[in-house]
Nanobody, 115 residues
Framework: QVQLVESGGGLVQPGGSLRLSCAAS????????MFWYRQPPGKERELVAT???????NYADSVKGRFTISRDNAKNTVYLQMNRLKPDDTAVYYC?????????WGQGTQVTVSS
């Protein structure tokens, strides 16, 4: 059974940093691309970053240069390092994977950027 469990969210001041983790299980992690999405209050879920199985990355324009997605295949974990955080980054952040024809989502972790 595929499971994705996010952790690392919290309250951060503007300009601060936070590192999110997503522990994956139930599939051969190293074979699949992984994704980070976020959903701000009252808005639709949006794609933040992707990482391919071989490590190639892509980012939304809104976070490019500030966020870094990475993966540790030995630990079946994907990370999102978030730097120079802004209030607009406030959202529930979700880890996701597509395994065969099915999309899988974690439960989400809250990130709040406020002074």
């Amino acid at each position: 059974q595929v499971q994705l469990v996010e952790s690392g969210g919290g309250l951060v001041q503007p300009g601060g940093s936070l590192r999110l983790s997503c522990a994956a299980s139930g599939f051969t992690f190293s074979r699949y691309a992984m994704f980070w999405y976020r959903q701000p209050p009252g808005k639709e879920r949006e794609l933040v970053a992707t990482i391919a199985s071989a490590g190639a990355t892509n980012y939304a324009d809104s976070v490019k240069g500030r966020f870094t997605i990475s993966r540790d295949n030995a630990k079946n974990t994907v990370y999102l390092q978030m730097n120079r955080l802004k209030p607009d980054d406030t959202a529930v952040y979700y880890c996701a994977a597509k395994v065969f024809l099915t999309d899988y989502w974690g439960q989400g972790t809250q990130v709040t950027v406020s002074s």
